[in-house]
T-cell receptor, first 116, second 115 residues
Framework: AQTVTQSQPEMSVQEAETVTLSCTYD???????LFWYKQPPSRQMILVIR??????QNATENRFSVNFQKAAKSFSLKISDSQLGDAAMYFC?????????????FGKGTSLLVTP | SAVISQKPSRDICQRGTSLTIQCQVD?????MFWYRQQPGQSLTLIAT?????????ESGFVIDKFPISRPNLTFSTLTVSNMSPEDSSIYLC????????????FGPGTRLTVT
């Protein structure tokens, strides 16, 4: 079974600064997807960014980017120009393969605090 | 992306009772998932609900405790039976949608407190 590890229970960043959230995973599969989800106090899970394992290029979505190191099984999220609205729980998640029917396997989450 | 609603959004229930949580999607989806998020914890998969077949439960979750219905491609229910305080959690419905690749979207969750 795949495991996802987020070693930072809490992180803090000042507004407009950059912060990196860490995630490592364990798998024997060669084809998989990795995700970062954001869960604000409203509880709604919001997809932030995804990375296909077969792609060497790191995914970016506006202020959010990832550093995907497949050999090291590392998948960190970088948030640039942090905003107060970025404050939330961030979950790293793993999904097997591109086919239908695979659920997400989540890490324990990192609580991000953004200070003015 | 699919728009997902859940009812109720929150409830407080007495131990020994049951609660049925509804999940409604605005489009037809084949796969639906139910997750549990205990206080301060991550999401744990309860079961996968494929329309037209019995739900598939993860280790540690049983049908008698968490019966699931999936009567059509836009709706599912999860029942939490014979509740105890340990069942106090957020229960999230999720759907899989194909948009060139399979994406998973989440409902707003149901916050359950058992007293």
């Amino acid at each position: 079974a795949q495991t996802v590890t987020q070693s930072q229970p809490e992180m803090s960043v000042q507004e407009a600064e950059t912060v990196t959230l860490s995630c490592t995973y364990d798998t024997s599969e060669s084809d998989y997807y990795l995700f970062w989800y954001k869960q604000p106090p409203s509880r709604q899970m919001i997809l932030v960014i995804r990375q296909e394992a077969y792609k060497q290029q790191n995914a970016t979505e506006n202020r959010f980017s990832v550093n995907f190191q497949k050999a090291a099984k590392s998948f960190s999220l970088k948030i640039s120009d942090s905003q107060l609205g970025d404050a939330a729980m961030y979950f790293c998640a793993y999904r097997s393969a591109p086919n239908s029917g695979y659920a997400l396997n989540f890490g324990k989450g990192t609580s991000l605090l953004v200070t003015p | 992306s699919a728009v997902i609603s859940q009812k109720p959004s929150r409830d407080i229930c007495q131990r020994g009772t049951s609660l049925t949580i509804q999940c409604q999607v605005d489009s037809q989806v084949t796969m639906m998932f139910w997750y549990r998020q205990q206080p301060g914890q991550s999401l744990t998969l309860i079961a996968t609900a494929n329309q037209g077949s019995e739900a598939t439960y993860e280790s540690g979750f049983v049908i008698d405790k968490f019966p699931i219905s999936r009567p059509n491609l836009t709706f599912s229910t999860l029942t939490v039976s014979n509740m105890s305080p340990e069942d106090s959690s957020i229960y999230l419905c999720s759907v899989e949608e194909y948009q060139g690749r399979y994406e998973q979207y989440f409902g707003p969750g149901t916050r359950l407190t058992v007293t």
